[in-house]
Nanobody, 126 residues
Framework: QVQLVESGGALVQAGASLRLTCVSS????????MGWFRQAPGKEREFVAA????????DYADSVKGRFTISRDNAKNTVYLQMNSLKPEDTAVYYC???????????????????WGQGTQVTVSS
């Protein structure tokens, strides 16, 4: 019964920065791991980044490593994705996802997550 809401998507020029925000509703932050995925038209939903509850386990897709940073503030029930040096190939709908169950390895596949936000559009022009 977790509700996730993303915000922060926009149309920007190549090289610009954006910060996406994902807020979880409810009395407390219900998700263990949190992840960001993206999906471009005609393509599969792909992994972008993930973070554990305490932030001690983090993973990034190779395509965004060094440019994107995932973080979370559990007191605010919020997860962030800081995106720098944006490229046209970053254009996609970005989704926030949460996993309520525990894990041995940080989940990086869509089916490993239990809850999803509605998505926010990021468009990067050249």
């Amino acid at each position: 019964q977790v509700q996730l809401v993303e915000s922060g998507g926009a149309l920007v020029q190549a090289g610009a920065s954006l910060r996406l925000t994902c807020v979880s509703s409810g009395r407390t932050f219900s998700s263990n791991a949190m992840g960001w995925f993206r999906q471009a038209p005609g393509k599969e939903r792909e992994f972008v980044a993930a973070i554990s509850w305490a932030g001690d386990s983090i993973d990034y897709a190779d395509s965004v490593k060094g440019r994107f940073t995932i973080s979370r503030d559990n007191a605010k029930n919020t997860v962030y994705l800081q995106m720098n040096s944006l490229k046209p190939e970053d254009t996609a709908v970005y989704y926030c996802a949460g996993r309520s169950r525990g894990f041995w390895h940080l989940p990086t596949l869509p089916y490993e997550y239990d809850y999803w936000g509605q998505g926010t559009q990021v468009t990067v022009s050249s």
